[in-house]
């Protein structure tokens, strides 16, 4: 064994030098040997100082160069991958802001409930999905809209019949709410008796009988229940995961996860499986635990990093749990809930910031949006300057005041568009006609200063950057409603929703420096279309096709 690794580094050694001088040999204004050229393309590049471009090269993992065709071509060697641009159009590979991808790798091969129209069909696809699987085992996923027949609350009942043999607890398209049938609650030992939970709601039936509904921290009751998957679901999970986003042109992901969801991705890293670039957070209670892995082992590499803490303030708009200042228009006496007590967020915070570690919160009512960012406030001032980069999830609904303090605090406003088009449908009936001015909010929001990390919040939402561009400039609601944008008010350019969906969310995460844009020195990551989206008309955006996605230099996906 030892002898053949001698002769290993023998080989190695003069190898590796080969490479350097080769390197060193076709050194030109690159500093390296160009590996794959884009030409005569159309290239938003995202860098202000030079922002448009026909032509790029790469050398490694790498952009050495970006310049006209004639300037990009005199670097091409034989060992250079040429590939025509005809036209299209090229930007930085997406990065999204928030997702949560595990859930979403496991939600690809679910019973799939996002588009069923009524209470029928909603039945029916269960059904179908029941008779495939093992008897025994979970149905979990779903991502179920009970806003798409009028609003009324599946129960346990509706299906009970048709789901005798497997467990079932499927969610709500926004995570916070979740329906568990009968089977599910037997084994979950739920019965009348079973007490109310802080922040979180057992729905009732008349008699005090659960209805299979649970919302927020009350889903602890069956999520605990659920068996683990094993290993092995997990790493197919990711795998399928980063296929399926790499579709759709993404190359970087922002997770928002548990610990446990890290440990898979190291294993993928470890066994160089990555091909999507991850950024993982981890529950912000858990900050000491992550303090302690930042010191021993940094902040990650270019492939999978961690150092945000991710915490939560409220529920959501769809769930009534969202804290507003006022109540909701279609429940007077309700105005949401706080899943976490004000001292809690603040000492985590407080903490988590002086240990040096980013801090993101989930915040989507006005008065969470408030209370949080008078947390950063504070926190700011108690624990002095330094670049922190807080970032508050969703920041959904505003009052005025505070979209001026994102600008004034430097709060990032992680956001997600197509929550906008598709909550656009029903928000006004929850929240009335005034509070719907400030929601998602964009325009005011970039006008105040703030930066904008755009995202999509999968599984919640479709992980499809082209749909969020499209959200975030037309506004026009999933019904077809509002052909000149819910809110048009607050439509932004397609430029700057480039921007949040590339140079800025490479910000949020701590990462401008090494890609989010396309210039000598940054990261391969980047993303062909079959046009320009910032020459066509926006509404045409939805259909626009990714042709390519290339991730360190790495063509990822083809079409
Ligand atoms: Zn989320």
């Given at each position: ?10 080989l ?22 160009v ?8 290239i ?147 019965t009348?008796?079973i ?20 919302k ?20 197919r ?50 900050w ?21 803490l ?58 969470a ?63 009335g ?22 995202g ?53 995460s ?32 939805w ?6 996605t ?10």
């Amino acid at each position: 064994m030892k002898k053949h690794l001698f002769w290993f580094r023998y080989l190695i050694i003069p190898t590796m030098l080969l490479l350097f001088l080769s390197c060193i040999a076709n050194k030109n204004a690159t500093g390296g040997q160009v590996t794959m050229v884009i030409l005569d393309a159309t290239i938003w590049t995202g860098d202000a100082a030079a922002p448009k471009a026909e032509a790029l090269a790469v050398c490694g993992d790498k952009i050495v160069a970006v310049g006209t065709t004639e300037q990009i071509k005199k670097l091409i060697t034989d060992s250079t991958t040429v590939i025509d641009g005809f036209g299209k159009f090229v930007t930085p590979g997406f990065i999204d802001s928030h997702l949560h991808f595990l859930t979403g790798g496991f939600q690809l091969a679910s019973v799939q409930l996002r588009d069923a129209q009524t209470p029928a069909e909603f039945i029916q696809r269960i059904k179908k999905y029941a008779e495939a699987v093992e008897p025994g085992s979970w149905i979990t996923g779903g991502n179920w809209n009970h806003k798409l027949w009028g609003g009324d609350m599946p129960c346990h009942d509706w299906i009970d019949s048709v789901t005798t043999n497997n467990p079932v607890w499927i969610n709500r398209l926004d995570g916070h709410m979740a329906l568990a049938n009968s089977l599910a609650m037997k084994i979950a030992r739920i019965t009348k008796d079973i007490k109310d939970i802080d922040g979180g709601t057992i729905v009732r039936d008349a008699a005090g009988f659960p209805t299979g509904i649970f919302k927020d921290n009350a889903m602890y009751l069956i999520d605990r229940a659920v068996p683990e998957p094993s290993d092995e679901m997990k790493d197919r999970a990711i795998q399928a995961a980063m296929s399926y986003v790499a579709e759709h042109g993404v190359t970087s992901i922002q997770h928002m996860g548990g610990w446990d969801d890290l440990v898979v991705f190291e294993r993928a890293h470890k066994n160089g499986k990555l091909k999507t670039r991850l950024s993982a957070a981890v529950p912000l209670s858990t900050w000491k635990e992550l303090k302690a892995k930042v010191a021993k082992e940094g902040n990650g590499d270019v492939w999978l990093r961690f150092g945000g803490l991710k915490g939560y303030a409220d529920g959501s708009l769809g769930s009534h749990t969202a804290a507003f200042f006022q109540p909701f228009t279609d429940a007077p006496k309700d105005s949401g809930l706080l899943v976490n007590s004000f001292e809690d967020l603040y000492s985590w915070t407080k903490n988590a910031d002086q240990a040096g570690l980013q801090v993101i919160v989930h915040a989507i009512g006005d008065r969470a949006n408030h209370l949080m960012l008078n947390i950063f406030e504070s926190v700011s001032k108690e624990n002095g300057e330094r670049d922190r980069r807080f970032r508050i999830e969703h920041a959904q609904h505003l009052s005025a005041n505070d979209i001026l303090r994102f600008g004034q605090l430097h709060v990032i406003a992680s956001m997600q568009p197509y929550h906008a088009i598709d909550d656009g449908c029903w928000a006004e009936n929850v929240i009335g006609a005034e509070r719907i001015r400030t929601t998602y909010a964009f325009r005011s929001l970039l006008d105040c200063g703030a930066k904008l990390a755009l995202g999509s919040d999968w599984y919640v939402a479709p992980p499809i950057p082209l749909q969020g561009i499209y959200a975030a400039v037309t506004r026009r609601t999933l019904d077809g409603k509002n052909p000149n944008g819910w809110v048009p008010d607050q439509k932004i350019t397609v430029t700057e929703a480039l921007r949040a969906y590339t140079t800025d969310a490479a910000f949020a995460s701590f990462e401008e420096n090494v890609k989010g844009a396309l210039k000598p020195g940054l990261l391969a990551d980047f993303v062909m279309m079959d046009r320009d989206i910032t020459a066509i008309p926006p509404e045409k955006i939805w259909n626009v096709q990714i042709l390519m996605t290339v991730v360190g230099g790495k063509v990822i996906y083809k079409k």
